[in-house]
């Protein structure tokens, strides 16, 4: 315990060095690059904005009980240049997502990519391993 | 830094001599006169790194120019592009016992509040990401455009000494530059605090930065070093070779950060 309180007094003594620490949006962190997950129901949001946009969705779980979903993309800036806009998505639109799942079990992805009812891509899929 | 300043100096000087007319021999007799070289045909002084730069998705060169610069010490932090290190790997990096109390009590989520997700990293680790560059290359100024949080870098190749220990810090830093031969030599320093990996480990306003920028094969590629220390934060020196690739006619876009995107996190 000791030590762990020193630790967390050295922490706080380099911070207070270092001013008001910037920080960001981590993949590595949040995410499980190992696996991947897809899931498909119908849009409640889509907020393409920078630095990630978010997709929420309602999927209907084993049990046939709804669950809230949401998705997390790339840059909407990195996005743009793949044939995304913020028309791609639709509120009540019914897609599918594959992704990277969330490390700490949460209705919670990374976008690897998107179709739509019909099957047809949305945009185009980003490079293997970008996670910006 | 007095190495540099003296390297700056002389390039600036040979850069002054090379272009200044050679003084007449007043008796040399009128023979032997050389055909003056067209405008069009005259070789640039330096190699013109403008245009827009796409970063490249796979493994950088590793330019054996460029890596014959950099110190023995230096560590390859090998992250660029888009992938990213796991929590407690470092690349190699060796964290001072402060900055790695920091990184181990650093939590992801931490950071996704209003306040901080719109806040841009430095140049550290901004340069390396999968996000294009846009030169802009002039004599006096070059200035370096990025698509990552709307950052605009100045390299100011018209001074040879940083500014004053007490002025402002800032993500992008104060850049002096000079050219060795053919490639562009940054020293950058006054950087604000930031984060290195992107998984808690953070420099602090003291870090320094040398990068060197060089044209690949036919121009369609820049290849560049960026070497960073931080007599706080790090026991060791790190590197990131980055490679881009040319994509005439294309811009960067703007980014224009929403923290909207944080209020998942606070649900």
């Given at each position: 315990m000791r030590k762990a309180i020193g630790s967390l007094c050295f922490a706080a003594a380099f911070l207070a060095c270092v001013g008001a620490a910037e920080a960001h949006h981590s993949f590595a962190a949040f995410f499980d690059s190992e696996k991947t997950k897809t899931i498909t129901g119908k849009v409640t949001k889509f907020l393409f904005v920078n630095p990630h946009g978010t997709i929420e969705m309602d999927v209907k779980g084993a049990g046939g009980k709804t669950e809230a979903w949401r998705v997390e993309t790339n840059a909407p800036v990195l996005l743009r240049r793949l044939g995304w806009t913020k028309e791609s998505i639709s509120y009540g639109q019914t897609i599918t997502i594959v992704g990277w799942p969330a490390r700490d079990g949460a209705n919670y992805l990374r976008l690897q990519r998107a179709t739509d009812e019909a099957g047809k891509p949305i945009g185009r899929s980003m490079a293997t391993g970008d996670q910006q | 830094m007095l190495r540099a300043s003296a390297a700056v100096t002389a390039a600036l000087a040979a850069v002054a001599c090379s272009s200044a007319p050679a003084p007449e021999a007043?008796?040399?007799?009128?023979?032997a006169v050389t055909e003056p070289v067209p405008p069009a045909q005259q070789k640039p002084a330096h190699p013109d790194l403008s245009g827009f730069w796409s970063l490249n998705r796979g493994k950088p060169v590793r330019d054996p120019v460029l890596a014959a610069k950099l110190p023995a010490d230096t560590v390859i932090v090998d992250d660029t592009g888009g992938a990213e290190l796991p929590?407690?790997?470092?690349?190699g990096l060796k964290p001072k016992p402060k900055a790695l109390a920091v990184a181990k009590a650093w939590?992801?989520?931490?950071?996704?509040t209003l306040d901080k997700v719109c806040s841009p990293p430095s140049?550290?680790?901004?340069?390396?990401?999968?996000f294009p560059i846009e030169i802009y290359q002039g004599t006096e100024l070059i200035v370096m455009k990025l698509e990552y949080y709307d950052m605009v870098r100045i390299i100011f190749m018209n001074r040879t000494e940083h500014l004053p220990p007490d002025a402002p810090h800032t993500k992008v830093g104060d850049s002096i530059g000079h050219w060795e031969s053919d490639t562009l030599v940054v020293d950058t320093t006054h950087l604000e605090a930031a984060t290195i990996t992107n998984n808690g480990l953070f420099h602090s306003e003291n870090a320094h930065v040398v990068e060197r920028f060089r044209l690949g094969v036919e121009g369609k590629t820049l290849n560049a070093t960026q070497e960073f220390e931080d007599p706080d934060a790090l026991e060791n020196r790190g590197v990131r070779f980055i490679t881009w690739t040319a994509r005439p006619g294309d811009h960067v876009f703007p980014?224009?950060?929403?923290?909207?995107?944080?209020?998942n996190y606070n649900k």
């Open positions: - | 007043l008796s040399a007799p009128p023979a929590i407690g790997d470092y690349g939590k992801p989520a931490d950071d996704m140049i550290i680790y901004a340069l390396q990401g999968p980014y224009e950060c929403d923290p909207r995107f944080a209020e």
